[in-house]
């Protein structure tokens, strides 16, 4: 089955600095990659998503690469900001209705 | 924004007893889910519904875990004997529907705790 591998686990950064956690996927036939945003005693929230025919995404300070060869994805945030402060989490799926396997959390500390 | 509710939010149970969480997706989603996140650590799919019945299940939902839509608008987790090791966040979630994945939506998760 797949298996979703995330790094960093912990990752703190400056105000105004932009963060990287990397994620790679094991099943070739995965074609969904959403990434999670978790606060405190809350529900993962979609914050992007990119599918296998696309490249890179991005929306206002964050942005989302895939490359399907090497079987990673990336998400980059931009100019961050204290309330960037949470639990960031990858998933990969192979198609509606099924299974999202999640990587094991990015927590981003943005100090001001 | 339509989004999937709940209850309760908080559950202490006894060990060994039987205990129901309940859900109620986002009114045209036509697939429905379970996870469970045990502190500090991944969210791990436990099973998947579509059309009245289970489309997938991981090898956590084992015969003491049980799903059901009772009616037209709830989905429920059952786990029939608890145990320690069941204490965790159950994520209730549900989906659009065939070749869409945009709409996948999260509860807020009900806290389970078995003492």
């Known amino acids: 089955g797949e298996n979703v591998e995330q790094h960093p686990s912990t990752l703190s950064v400056q105000e105004g600095d932009s963060a990287v956690i990397k994620c790679t996927y094991s099943?070739?036939?995965?074609?969904?990659f959403p990434w999670y945003k978790q606060e405190l005693g809350k529900g993962p929230q979609l914050i992007i998503d990119?599918?296998?025919?696309?490249g890179e995404k991005k929306d206002q300070r964050i942005a989302v690469t895939l490359n399907k060869t090497a079987k990673h994805f990336s998400l980059h945030i931009t100019e961050t900001q204290p309330e960037d402060s949470a639990v960031y989490f990858c998933a990969a799926s192979a198609q509606a209705g099924t299974a999202l396997i999640f990587g094991k959390g990015t927590t981003l500390s943005v100090s001001s | 924004e339509p989004e999937v509710t709940q209850t309760p939010s908080h559950q202490v149970t006894q060990m060994g007893q039987e205990v129901i969480l309940r859900c109620v997706p986002i009114s045209n989603h036509l697939y429905f889910y379970w996870y469970r996140q045990i502190l500090g650590q991944k969210v791990e799919f436990l099973v998947s519904?579509?059309?009245?019945?289970?489309?997938?299940k991981s090898e956590i939902f084992d015969d003491q875990f049980s799903v059901e839509r009772p009616d037209g608008s709830n989905f429920t987790l059952k786990i029939r004997s608890t145990k320690l090791e069941d204490s965790a966040m159950y994520f209730c979630?549900?989906?659009?529907?065939?070749?869409?994945?945009?709409?996948?939506?999260f509860g807020s998760g009900t806290r389970l705790t078995v003492v």
């Open positions: 990119i599918r296998s025919n696309v």
């Open positions: 979630a549900s989906s659009v529907g065939p070749g869409e994945m945009r709409g996948y939506t």
């Open positions: 099943d070739s036939a995965s074609n969904y």
């Open positions: 519904f579509y059309n009245n019945e289970i489309s997938e």
